[in-house]
């Protein structure tokens, strides 16, 4: 949560609250880090955390839509923001395709 905290303060987004769900809550069984998170600006945060060794697919893409749409209905809420951060190599087409539906990736997280 600390290291989370200090990424996005140098990317000057400082969040007034950050909440941890676990994938078992939503009904996933993938090893992937989840939080919703709220700034001082008032926007909400869906924060998705992959470290995986192989790389990110178009179908990962697909997956991970789906399982941000669960999260949203478990929450009752749409998030403004939607952010994955990945340390894994990630094909162009699943980052050409996370961008036209308003995700922001970063890849250099961890």
Same mark, same amino acid.
Request: charged share 30%.
């Given at each position: ?7 996005? !303060? ?27 998170? !709220?700034?001082?600006?008032k926007e909400f945060y869906s924060i998705f955390i992959i470290d995986a060794k192989s790389r990110f697919l178009r179908k990962n893409a697909d997956d991970l839509m +789906?399982?941000?749409? !669960?999260?949203? /209905? ?5 998030? /403004? ?11 162009? /087409? +699943?980052? +050409? ?14």
């Amino acid at each position: 949560m600390k290291e989370l905290t200090n990424y996005f !303060t140098n990317k000057d987004i400082i969040f007034k609250q950050i909440d941890s769900i676990t994938p078992k809550e939503i009904g996933s069984r993938k090893k992937i880090g989840i939080y919703h998170a !709220t700034s001082i600006k008032k926007e909400f945060y869906s924060i998705f955390i992959i470290d995986a060794k192989s790389r990110f697919l178009r179908k990962n893409a697909d997956d991970l839509m +789906a399982l941000n749409d !669960t999260l949203s /209905k478990h929450l009752d809420h749409n998030f /403004k923001k939607k952010i994955l951060l990945i340390s894994s190599p990630l094909c162009s /087409k +699943a980052k +050409a395709y996370l961008k036209e539906n308003k995700w922001s990736v970063y890849i250099d997280f961890m």
